[in-house]
């Protein structure tokens, strides 16, 4: 029989996992408290939350989800560090200069990522800059289908003006009606 608080302890576990769009599983080596403090203080201010937690907690909770691939990761000493929003470069830019703090894998938004796939998520371009990108892509199609398609006239326009001056300089049968001043 599990007691009142294990429940409890497991009902907020879903619900990191639930309310995250990231949730980094790092194995945890002791550190002085003093480190651990100014570790939550940087990771804070990305708004990264470090949350300790029994494996005995996690574990029955993860079986029984989509998550159950990140069990592996849970056989030692763990935090997490448990986002709103996809922080991942700015985590990996706190977490390299901290040795007691080994990132494993992570969940981001609803994805499993290796370390190395986290790295790889963290060399993205943001979401506005992917935007931008592609929406100057995309401007540019049409500017260029308009140029295409204004060449073909204004070539035939001065092939024609081209022709008739030469009719008019040689004076050619056929050539335009040529004025004459009264």
């Known amino acids: ?9 497991r009902r907020q576990v879903e619900q990191i996992f639930r309310s995250s769009r990231m949730v980094a599983v790092c ?8 480190d651990v403090v100014t570790m939550r203080h940087y990771l804070r201010k990305h708004n990264i939350e470090v949350k300790f937690v029994l494996n005995e907690i996690v574990r029955p909770v993860l079986a029984q989800s989509k998550y159950r691939n990140l069990l592996p990761l849970f056989v030692c000493r763990n935090i997490l560090l448990v986002s709103p929003e996809t922080r ?3 985590m990996l830019r706190v977490l390299k200069g901290i040795p007691q703090v080994n990132l494993l894998g992570a969940c981001i938004d609803d994805t499993i990522l290796s370390r190395q796939g986290v790295e790889n998520f963290a060399r993205l371009p943001s979401l506005e800059a992917s935007q931008g990108q592609t929406v100057g892509a995309l401007a540019l199609l049409p500017s260029q ?3 295409l ?17 030469r009719l008019r300089d040689t004076g050619a049968p056929g050539g335009p ?6």
């Open 177 to 182: 009606p040529q004025e004459q001043g009264t």
């Open 27 to 34: 194995q945890y080596n002791s550190m002085p408290d003093e």
């Open 88 to 90: 991942a470069r700015e």
């Open 145 to 147: 289908t308009s140029s």
């Open 1 to 9: 029989q599990e007691d009142g608080y294990v429940r409890l302890l």
């Open 149 to 165: 398609l204004q060449r073909g006239p204004s070539l035939l326009t001065a092939l024609l003006d081209e022709h008739i001056r």
